[in-house]
């Protein structure tokens, strides 16, 4: 049994403990790879799980919008055109940004 | 709400509490000022909101032989022509604020919290990176606060 988080590494209010059970040869394991790389367990294991979690965000193509609360209902309104942007530019620009905050 | 258009434009550089998410709230504006790009103004019903980027300093980690789809990273000299140190741009995460003081800090300063402007030639760069991300992600989900819509 190992714990990850708070309770060992870097304690902070923003950290979570958890507990994790592995097998004894991969909890073995782990801790010769960790001690190689001069992490703690826990530290090694964090690392692999923001690992993961970037090839997920990277495999399912997902794009993070924060929407202020005064905007969550708002529709998506008209691009302000800039002084000296062509119509292709602008046209383009509208575009990629509807896109981007999800709308058609 | 402001109803007539804001002086932050499209290609500044602009001082915002953009809202990080977790540990802190994601709807909720981020706990310190924070420069993040503007890649446009839209209107809205009762006045504007502004569109931004995230960036953060130094180069995209864990360092490799390339950056993700929508990443861009500013090193050294690139950073300098913006007064600034190296940092990196991420497209694909986005805020869209009202320009209000409780997300733009410094609205009220003369400079409305704008520390550098991106010329013509990098906004094109950065429009261009943009297009791309959404020309090659065609399935974009959207992450609005904690809640992912497909």
């Known amino acids: 049994m190992m714990q990850t988080g708070a309770m060992t590494e870097n304690a902070s209010q923003s950290r979570t403990g958890i507990t994790v059970r592995l097998p004894p040869e991969i909890r073995d394991r782990i801790q010769h790879v960790a001690a190689a790389e001069r992490r703690s367990i826990a530290g090694y294991l964090h690392m692999l799980i923001e690992r993961d979690l970037r090839a997920r965000d990277e495999a399912e193509r997902v794009i993070h919008v924060f929407t202020a609360p005064e905007l969550q209902d708002e529709p998506l309104g008209t691009l302000v055109r800039e002084d000296d942007e062509t119509d292709e530019g602008y046209a383009s620009r509208a575009a990629t940004l509807r896109a981007l905050l999800g709308g058609q | ?150």
């Not at chain 2, 694909?92 to 003369?110: H, K, Q």
């Open chain 2, 1 to 150: 709400v402001t109803v007539v258009p804001p002086a932050i434009r499209q290609g500044d550089f602009v001082l915002t509490n953009f809202p990080f998410g977790p540990p802190d709230r994601p709807d909720r504006p981020g706990p310190a000022p924070h420069v993040a790009y503007c890649l446009g103004v839209k209107t809205t019903r009762t006045g504007f909101e502004l569109i931004l980027a995230y960036t953060s300093s130094g180069p995209w980690r864990p360092p490799g032989p390339s950056v993700p789809l929508g990443v861009i990273e500013f090193d050294r000299a690139a950073a300098r022509a913006l007064n600034q140190k190296p940092f990196h741009m991420d497209l694909r995460v986005l805020a869209r604020v009202p320009p209000s003081l409780s997300w733009l800090p410094r609205l009220e300063a003369p400079d409305c919290g704008v520390i550098a402007r991106a010329d013509r030639a990098l906004r094109d760069r950065i429009n261009a990176a943009a297009e791309q991300l959404v020309r090659r992600r065609a399935e974009v989900k959207i992450a609005i606060g904690s809640t992912l819509l497909d």
